[in-house]
């Protein structure tokens, strides 16, 4: 058996007794054992994720089964058969770090693709669309969804205003208010790079792109009722699901598909496909199979390999790149601004975040810098021994871009309401029916005049939406 230690490795001579004068006597400042435990244990919380605090990961395998190099030089995708290994980390978004999870809200998928030209990052969602377009709205949304200032309880009030204040909401908030609202663990949904991303070829022709992980496992929901009920049983359910499944050898598959379409219809598509309140319809462009995912070992150490973990949508790969959605565009300095804040400037050292591939930025120094720092090779570039040089080889297409700098106001689109009229009319009637009872158990309470304007939204995608809503409210609150 290994002997106790400080972390200076003496010997702990007592580790049940501290130094104290004479038996009874006050502690000695001396006892640097006490000391330093004490001290560790101070510091041992760092700070959680700002949203989607609560989560759970596991290590995974990526297949190609289709060949789409056509679209992209990524040498992920460059031949069947091909496996790249991943991380993924699940979440909830408002809850905190001890949040129960079966809670009707969106689920969070961050995945982390380990290739041979670095890590590539998908951090997406449950849902193909979110709540807004403008990234401006995003801190907003966070303290409406979190706890209210004053009372530091979570408001049913701040929620609604704020979502209702938004039309562009409707699409999400129907989602997430439907019988797809509370999925029974991790394993039972869909998971969506959400974003139209980009795919570039060899012969450096650019496409859109929108991510799409099926679920092989098909889909499972949960009640209000049955989700109260489990959360008085269990709160780490959907964490506990897949651990368990993982641990017995029942590894989680899902199947990825994408949709293309090539760069110059983006301008004369009837929706702006960088828009990330609406989804392309199948009909236009369809799903194309890619591959499959499949979740296959379970993390030796929470704290080191899912607290740690740090996913970014700034982390692309040659061949996979960015689009102009604003929201993109914001969420690519905010995930690593975050983890420079939470993990410190070297968190790509920590092992589930580091790369699988030889790797060599030149950035030095800086807090918890613990590897060689690089010894004595040179600091600058450009320097007489070639070192750090850039590799212009993986340069992406020009993109042509137009217009003047300004404040443009995305609601000239006030397109808010087809989509979520459409996927209303796509629900059986059960499946409208616990749309309203949904809504109108998470809206009870708030004033009649923020209820008046989501019945109204829901009115203007479907005059059955509002007029269902409107019942539930009624039948509920009397
Ligand atoms: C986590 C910002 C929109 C999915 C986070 C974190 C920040 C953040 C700061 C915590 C990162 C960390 O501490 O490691 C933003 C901003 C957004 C935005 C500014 C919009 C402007 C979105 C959207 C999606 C998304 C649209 C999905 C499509 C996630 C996920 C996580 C996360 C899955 C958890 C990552 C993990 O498991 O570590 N977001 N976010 N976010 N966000 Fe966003």
């Known amino acids: 058996m290994k002997k106790l230690t400080t972390a200076a490795g003496a010997p702990v001579v007592d580790n049940q007794n501290i130094q104290t004068a004479g038996p009874r006597g006050p502690a000695l400042l001396q006892d640097v054992w006490l ?12 700070p959680e994720r700002r949203m989607h605090a609560k ?71 449950n849902t193909p669309v979110f709540f807004f377009r403008d990234p401006l709205k995003f801190p907003d949304l966070n303290h409406a969804v979190k706890r209210d200032p004053g009372t530091g309880m979570r408001s049913a009030q701040n929620n609604w205003e704020f979502w209702t204040g938004l039309p562009e909401a409707l699409h999400q908030i129907t989602i997430v208010m439907s019988d797809r609202g509370i999925p029974s663990d991790f394993r039972h949904m869909h998971l969506f790079g959400s974003h139209t991303f980009s795919l570039i070829n060899a012969a450096n022709e650019r496409f859109w792109v929108k991510f799409h992980f099926k679920s092989q496992q098909g889909i499972r929901n949960l009640t209000d009722a049955q989700a109260a009920e489990l959360i008085g049983r269990d709160r780490e359910s959907s964490q506990r699901d897949l651990y368990d499944s993982i641990a017995r ?40 199979e890619v591959g499959t995912l499949e979740l296959n070992r379970n993390p030796e150490n929470f704290f080191a390999e899912v607290e740690q973990a740090a996913f970014t949508p700034a982390n692309v790969v040659p061949g996979i790149g960015f689009s102009p959605d604003r929201m ?48 004595g090779l040179t600091g600058n570039e450009p320097n007489r021994s070639g070192e750090w040089a850039d590799q212009p080889d993986f ?54 005049d923020v209820q008046a304007r989501h019945i109204e939204h829901c009115t203007q995608a479907d005059p059955a939406y509002g007029a269902g809503v409107a019942a539930a409210i009624r039948k509920l609150e009397g």
């Not at 000391?35 to 760092?46: C, G, M, P, Q, T």
């Not at 379409?261 to 960088?274: D, R, T």
């Not at 009319?425 to 059960?430: K, Q, V």
Request: aromatic letters at 12%.
């Open 55 to 125: 989560g759970a990961g596991a290590y995974g395998t990526f297949t190609v089964t289709h060949d789409i190099t056509r679209y992209t030089r990524a040498a992920l995708f460059s031949e069947i058969g091909k496996q790249t290994p991943m991380f993924a980390r699940f979440s909830t978004v408002a809850g905190e770090r001890g949040a129960a999870d079966a809670e009707r809200d969106i689920r969070g998928i961050a995945m982390k693709f380990y290739t041979e030209q670095g890590n590539w990052d998908l951090v997406g969602n």
């Open 249 to 288: 050898g029942d590894f989680p598959r899902w199947t990825l598909y994408i949709q293309v379409m090539p760069e110059q219809e983006a301008g004369s598509y009837h929706l702006n496909p960088f828009d990330l309140t609406k989804v392309w319809p199948h009909g236009d462009y369809p799903m194309i």
């Open 328 to 375: 993109l565009q914001a969420r690519l300095f905010s995930y690593g601004d975050a983890q420079r804040y939470r993990l410190g400037v070297n968190h790509h050292q920590i092992p589930v975040n580091a790369p699988r591939c030889p790797f060599h930025s030149y950035h030095r120094d800086g807090a918890m810098r613990v590897d060689g720092n690089h010894g």
């Open 35 to 46: 000391l330093e435990k004490l001290a560790h244990f101070d510091r041992e919380v760092i």
């Open 395 to 448: 340069r992406e297409p020009p993109l042509s871009l137009e217009g003047a700098a300004d404040h443009w106001n995305h609601r000239e689109d006030t397109d808010y309401f087809s989509q979520p009229g459409a996927l209303f009319r796509l629900m059986t009637p059960e499946q409208q029916q616990a749309l309203f009872d949904n809504t109108a158990r998470a809206i009870a309470g708030v004033s009649p």
